[in-house]
């Protein structure tokens, strides 16, 4: 017999359950007031006797209760149950509660979703079954939604509580493994110069991680002590609680200074200039300095994939970095001036509180509000405590009772030998290309340069003893030099770290491009600013070389560089998407050679993403890696693995490579407790491949993810996520909200045309062609999907946000008897109507209309509003047949929320489409506070339950 085995004996008055495991039987008595419990024996309210050994004993304890009973009512009661149970099942044989002699059904808490809806089932049969009650069936209905949100509440639960967020490690020489992520927090981990040394020595190691907690409604820091082993990498000690003040915390190249900056959060973002701000300096465990930041600028930015983060000296004695400039101070007209007028009392502007550029400032858009638009670049010398602004810069020289117009700097780093830094500069309007700021988070075609700066005049000046003023404006250097001068877009630059040499590599592209990613080319800077192309800008995927389901490297997609690229003597370890995941690539610099890189039981179709945390001092590469079921963990992969001569037709092999660390769930909230180590996933995850319909014969197959659940009933689900953008890819990498649908329904998420990842053609190929030609590819690809996977195509749903959610509303209305429940997370619905609202109007011309003019901002004239509209969800809204949940968040400035709510009127003024609408004060477009994340998952996860 099977570990758990079922019989049921009906009764007159009860129904009573035998259960026998491991050499005993357990009865459980279950009638009208305890079913409802049903789900395992702990869970009924019934009697329950238990008897060893004689699985007879209970049988005859039955039949003596049998003829207890009057022989007429016996009769016939058992007569009428036994129809009506017959009937039931014929009527539902797939929902029918009792299965006779069923085997190793779960009671668990992880049991499930088929369990669950089995349990349910049961629940309402026999509560409709066993009693006469009118209201029995309202009743059981009314428990089952009560139990089922209790259900997705623990379930959504568990999913953000395996989620792994780390970013931008370290290991140095002294063992300090330390990082951070820009919204995520920090991580950290102390060691020894290699990470194997580390296994070997069983040394104790701190590693700092950032979880989400839904009772503060924040993202907290935990601090682990652990050991690392290798008969056990998990970690094992409990973590402490981080103080929340701390917003960075770097470490220097041999981890024997930490720089940490410290501010209060405050409440009022009017008082944001005067919040204070401290930088201390952490020598061997001691604090050797600590300084407040008050009056020479504003906050301390650390923005890894944007503005950048900051950066030691290769010596240690200074740090560089990036800060907010102060805007002018204002004062009403009647205000008497102040006697003291001194630098550290300024003259303040009569009535600008209200005047654009002076009391208020055109920032740049969605997820930067109150950060100042203007951004400067600062040294902090670590052995006087002095800081200067480097004033050698572009835009140094501009009006500072103006935040208009000048340059915005940003990503600085040292040069290994010279006093030189390199950076980026943004046009924020002082160059002629941006008299209007656009939005700048998930938007990398805004013209920039990468320049150099000489600051030995000021290291010179700021080693000397500390002045009595702040230090302001220390003398300039020689000037600066523009390093890409001839490229569009150039940004992230990074020494080649290979020699003192001076080599500096950026990504960039000479010709602009409208959409708002693109794919980039690998350039190095020589002697001033001479450039030799290592990786081009490439159209079209390679023929020859390795490939993933058939498709050859398609280019760089990538945000940044990562701050340590060199391996060896001429190889360059970069992280870029291929396709539908994010792939390690080797590239020799020499000879332009690029080898994808495979960790063990990796493949060409594989679902695994990877990307670059560091590098030891010795040339091992720290990888993280993560797929759509799989919370992220981190790989060791020795130098000389990714330095073997391999043949470039194929990738390259690490063999050697190690798993270093599992990272255990943390309860984000007190609602329900979790397993100490991470259940297994209830799905699995595919990449398929279709053929693209396109006039352009020479484009690439489109690619999806399908995530299926690993106990698919044969009438399983599907729901469609297409990604926003449109000019993004949805990847294999662990997401919460996808995680917990995924458990309950096949998932697919489909990189139509205009995805990145694809080569710059691709990308290009959407313009002009939105709701047409991505959702041709959506439809394709579900179809192939239910077909090839034998879904169920009357339970079908879609669900996406930003162009996500343009996709899902032009779906639903373009094809209105296909989708049977839709989901949408601040959908564009209506381009005409967005392009005067948003912070990128540029997108909306270049998608609609394909062309934008970054040098002279206008509004559409009415043809262009014409066809604005057309290419618009809003335009099918009479087709619109499919229930339709909106989620917006009220502080969205890319998509403004003012699209969903017509949207929601529009369809909730017609009787035939059920709506619903949830709103979000305090959220922008992203809907990635923790409290909102979690709530507008499950309730996105019920109303998928309610209508498929």
């Given at each position: 017999?099977?570990?758990?085995?079922?019989?049921?004996?009906?009764?007159?008055?009860?129904?009573?359950?035998?259960?026998?495991?491991?050499?005993?039987?357990?009865?459980?008595?279950?009638?009208?007031?305890?079913?409802?419990?049903?789900?395992?024996?702990?869970?009924?309210?019934?009697?329950?006797?238990?008897?060893?050994?004689?699985?007879?004993?209970?049988?005859?304890?039955?039949?003596?209760?049998?003829?207890?009973?009057?022989?007429?009512?016996?009769?016939?009661?058992?007569?009428?149950?036994?129809?009506?149970?017959?009937?039931?099942?014929?009527?539902?044989?797939?929902?029918?509660?009792?299965?006779?002699?069923?085997?190793?059904?779960?009671?668990?808490?992880?049991?499930?979703?088929?369990?669950?809806?089995?349990?349910?089932?049961?629940?309402?049969?026999?509560?409709?079954?066993?009693?006469?009650?009118?209201?029995?069936?309202?009743?059981?209905?009314?428990?089952?939604?009560?139990?089922?949100?209790?259900?997705?509440?623990?379930?959504?639960?568990?999913?953000?509580?395996?989620?792994?967020?780390?970013?931008?490690?370290?290991?140095?020489?002294?063992?300090?493994?330390?990082?951070?992520?820009?919204?995520?927090?920090?991580?950290?981990?102390?060691?020894?110069?290699?990470?194997?040394?580390?296994?070997?020595?069983?040394?104790?190691?701190?590693?700092?991680?950032?979880?989400?907690?839904?009772?503060?409604?924040?993202?907290?820091?935990?601090?682990?002590?652990?050991?690392?082993?290798?008969?056990?990498?998990?970690?094992?000690?409990?973590?402490?609680?981080?103080?929340?003040?701390?917003?960075?915390?770097?470490?220097?190249?041999?981890?024997?200074?930490?720089?940490?900056?410290?501010?209060?959060?405050?409440?009022?973002?009017?008082?944001?200039?005067?919040?204070?701000?401290?930088?201390?300096?952490?020598?061997?465990?001691?604090?050797?300095?600590?300084?407040?930041?008050?009056?020479?600028?504003?906050?301390?930015?650390?923005?890894?994939?944007?503005?950048?983060?900051?950066?030691?000296?290769?010596?240690?004695?200074?740090?560089?970095?990036?800060?907010?400039?102060?805007?002018?101070?204002?004062?009403?007209?009647?205000?008497?001036?102040?006697?003291?007028?001194?630098?550290?009392?300024?003259?303040?502007?009569?009535?600008?509180?209200?005047?654009?550029?002076?009391?208020?400032?055109?920032?740049?858009?969605?997820?930067?509000?109150?950060?100042?638009?203007?951004?400067?670049?600062?040294?902090?010398?670590?052995?006087?405590?002095?800081?200067?602004?480097?004033?050698?810069?572009?835009?140094?020289?501009?009006?500072?009772?103006?935040?208009?117009?000048?340059?915005?700097?940003?990503?600085?780093?040292?040069?290994?030998?010279?006093?030189?830094?390199?950076?980026?500069?943004?046009?924020?309007?002082?160059?002629?290309?941006?008299?209007?700021?656009?939005?700048?988070?998930?938007?990398?075609?805004?013209?920039?340069?990468?320049?150099?700066?000489?600051?030995?005049?000021?290291?010179?000046?700021?080693?000397?003893?500390?002045?009595?003023?702040?230090?302001?404006?220390?003398?300039?250097?020689?000037?600066?030099?523009?390093?890409?001068?001839?490229?569009?877009?150039?940004?992230?630059?990074?020494?080649?770290?290979?020699?003192?040499?001076?080599?500096?590599?950026?990504?960039?592209?000479?010709?602009?491009?409208?959409?708002?990613?693109?794919?980039?080319?690998?350039?190095?800077?020589?002697?001033?600013?001479?450039?030799?192309?290592?990786?081009?800008?490439?159209?079209?995927?390679?023929?020859?070389?390795?490939?993933?389901?058939?498709?050859?490297?398609?280019?760089?997609?990538?945000?940044?560089?990562?701050?340590?690229?060199?391996?060896?003597?001429?190889?360059?370890?970069?992280?870029?998407?291929?396709?539908?995941?994010?792939?390690?690539?080797?590239?020799?610099?020499?000879?332009?050679?690029?080898?994808?890189?495979?960790?063990?039981?990796?493949?060409?179709?594989?679902?695994?993403?990877?990307?670059?945390?560091?590098?030891?001092?010795?040339?091992?590469?720290?990888?993280?890696?993560?797929?759509?079921?799989?919370?992220?963990?981190i790989w060791l992969i020795p130098q000389e693995d990714l330095i073997q001569q391999h043949d470039e037709s194929s990738f390259l092999s690490t063999d050697n490579a190690k798993l270093l660390l599992e990272f255990p769930p943390i309860a984000a909230s007190t609602y329900s407790p979790i397993e100490p180590r991470q259940a297994d996933v209830q799905f699995d995850v595919q990449l398929v491949s279709l053929p693209t319909e396109d006039e352009d014969k020479t484009l690439p197959p489109t690619q999806a993810l399908i995530c299926l659940p690993k106990k698919k009933k044969k009438n399983c689900g599907l729901i469609v996520i297409p990604h926003g953008g449109p000019h993004s890819c949805s990847i294999s990498a662990y997401v919460p909200g996808f995680a917990?649908?995924?458990?309950?329904?096949?998932?697919?998420?489909?990189?139509?045309?205009?995805?990145?990842?694809?080569?710059?053609?691709?990308?290009?190929?959407?313009?002009?062609?939105?709701?047409?030609?991505?959702?041709?590819?959506?439809?394709?690809?579900?179809?192939?999907?239910?077909?090839?996977?034998?879904?169920?195509?009357?339970?079908?749903?879609?669900?996406?946000?930003?162009?996500?959610?343009?996709?899902?509303?032009?779906?639903?209305?373009?094809?209105?008897?296909?989708?049977?429940?839709?989901?949408?997370?601040?959908?564009?619905?209506?381009?005409?109507?967005?392009?005067?609202?948003?912070?990128?109007?540029?997108?909306?011309?270049?998608?609609?209309?394909?062309?934008?003019?970054?040098?002279?901002?206008?509004?559409?004239?009415?043809?262009?509003?014409?066809?604005?509209?057309?290419?618009?969800?809003?335009?099918?809204?009479?087709?619109?047949?499919?229930?339709?949940?909106?989620?917006?968040?009220?502080?969205?400035?890319?998509?403004?929320?003012?699209?969903?709510?017509?949207?929601?009127?529009?369809?909730?003024?017609?009787?035939?489409?059920?709506?619903?609408?949830?709103?979000?004060?305090?959220?922008?477009?992203?809907?990635?506070?923790?409290?909102?994340?979690?709530?507008?998952?499950?309730?996105?996860?019920?109303?998928?339950?309610?209508?498929?």
């Open positions: 017999m099977g570990a758990h085995e079922y019989a049921f004996s009906l009764h007159p008055c009860n129904v009573r359950i035998p259960i026998w495991a491991e050499n005993q039987m357990t009865i459980v008595d279950c009638n009208e007031s305890n079913i409802l419990e049903f789900g395992g024996v702990s869970h009924f309210r019934g009697q329950k006797r238990t008897f060893g050994g004689d699985p007879t004993a209970p049988m005859l304890s039955s039949i003596k209760c049998i003829l207890a009973q009057p022989l007429c009512l016996v009769v016939s009661t058992m007569v009428m149950k036994l129809l009506t149970l017959l009937i039931t099942a014929c009527l539902f044989p797939t929902h029918f509660g009792f299965v006779v002699a069923s085997r190793n059904l779960p009671f668990s808490s992880s049991s499930s979703s088929w369990n669950r809806e089995q349990e349910a089932c049961q629940k309402k049969r026999m509560k409709s079954i066993m009693t006469s009650d009118a209201d029995a069936d309202a009743a059981a209905v009314s428990d089952d939604e009560t139990l089922f949100q209790k259900d997705d509440v623990r379930d959504f639960h568990h999913c953000a509580s395996a989620a792994v967020d780390l970013s931008n490690a370290h290991v140095s020489e002294s063992g300090v493994f330390t990082g951070k992520n820009n919204e995520h927090g920090t991580f950290l981990l102390a060691g020894e110069s290699t990470v194997a040394t580390l296994l070997e020595m069983h040394l104790a190691h701190q590693i700092q991680r950032s979880v989400r907690d839904w009772d503060s409604d924040k993202r907290l820091a935990y601090l682990y002590q652990v050991h690392l082993k290798q008969s056990d990498d998990m970690l094992q000690q409990p973590p402490v609680l981080l103080d929340d003040s701390i917003k960075i915390r770097l470490p220097s190249p041999s981890g024997k200074k930490i720089l940490v900056v410290k501010k209060q959060s405050g409440d009022d973002p009017a008082k944001k200039q005067q919040q204070q701000q401290s930088l201390e300096i952490w020598d061997q465990g001691s604090l050797v300095r600590r300084i407040t930041v008050q009056g020479q600028h504003g906050s301390i930015i650390h923005d890894p994939t944007g503005f950048g983060i900051a950066s030691w000296h290769p010596d240690e004695s200074c740090v560089l970095y990036v800060a907010e400039r102060l805007s002018p101070q204002t004062k009403p007209f009647w205000e008497k001036d102040a006697d003291d007028t001194s630098s550290s009392h300024p003259t303040k502007i009569p009535g600008g509180k209200h005047v654009l550029g002076q009391g208020t400032a055109e920032e740049w858009g969605e997820q930067y509000v109150g950060q100042s638009p203007l951004l400067d670049l600062y040294i902090f010398h670590v052995g006087t405590g002095r800081i200067g602004r480097i004033l050698n810069v572009p835009g140094a020289e501009g009006n500072d009772t103006t935040m208009d117009g000048g340059v915005t700097l940003g990503q600085p780093v040292w040069h290994p030998s010279e006093p030189i830094v390199a950076y980026t500069g943004w046009d924020a309007g002082g160059l002629g290309k941006m008299p209007r700021r656009l939005g700048m988070v998930y938007c990398r075609n805004r013209p920039s340069a990468v320049y150099t700066s000489d600051v030995s005049m000021l290291l010179k000046e700021l080693s000397k003893p500390k002045k009595a003023d702040p230090d302001q404006n220390v003398q300039p250097g020689k000037g600066f030099d523009v390093m890409t001068p001839d490229f569009a877009y150039a940004r992230s630059p990074q020494y080649y770290a290979a020699g003192n040499t001076g080599e500096l590599l950026v990504l960039a592209n000479p010709n602009a491009f409208v959409s708002h990613e693109g794919c980039m080319g690998l350039y190095k800077a020589m002697d001033g600013c001479v450039i030799e192309c290592i990786v081009p800008v490439i159209d079209r995927p390679s023929k020859t070389g390795p490939k993933i389901s058939g498709m050859g490297f398609p280019g760089l997609f990538l945000h940044q560089l990562p701050s340590n690229v060199s391996v060896g003597k001429n190889y360059l370890i970069l992280s870029s998407t291929w396709g539908s995941t994010l792939r390690l690539i080797r590239i020799n610099t020499d000879t332009k050679e690029i080898h994808g890189i495979h960790l063990p039981n990796d493949s060409e179709s594989t679902t695994r993403s990877h990307s670059i945390l560091c590098q030891t001092s010795s040339g091992d590469l720290l990888v993280l890696e993560t797929a759509s079921n799989q919370p992220a963990t917990f649908l995924a458990s309950h329904y096949a998932l697919l998420f489909p990189n139509y045309r205009g995805s990145t990842g694809f080569g710059q053609a691709a990308v290009e190929s959407l313009l002009t062609h939105i709701g047409t030609k991505d959702v041709q590819d959506v439809m394709a690809m579900t179809k192939h999907a239910v077909k090839t996977y034998d879904l169920d195509q009357s339970k079908i749903g879609i669900c996406g946000g930003s162009h996500g959610g343009f996709l899902t509303a032009h779906c639903i209305g373009q094809y209105p008897n296909f989708f049977k429940a839709a989901a949408m997370r601040n959908p564009v619905t209506n381009i005409a109507y967005m392009v005067t609202t948003t912070d990128i109007p540029d997108w909306c011309h270049a998608e609609a209309l394909g062309s934008y003019n970054f040098e002279s901002y206008r509004g559409p004239n009415a043809e262009e509003l014409s066809t604005m509209f057309a290419k618009s969800p809003i335009s099918f809204i009479s087709s619109v047949k499919t229930p339709t949940l909106i989620a917006l968040g009220m502080k969205d400035l890319r998509v403004p929320p003012s699209q969903g709510m017509e949207y929601y009127h529009s369809l909730r003024s017609s009787a035939q489409v059920e709506t619903k609408l949830l709103v979000y004060p305090e959220d922008n477009h992203a809907l990635n506070r923790v409290a909102t994340e979690a709530d507008h998952w499950i309730h996105i996860k019920q109303w998928f339950d309610q209508y498929l």
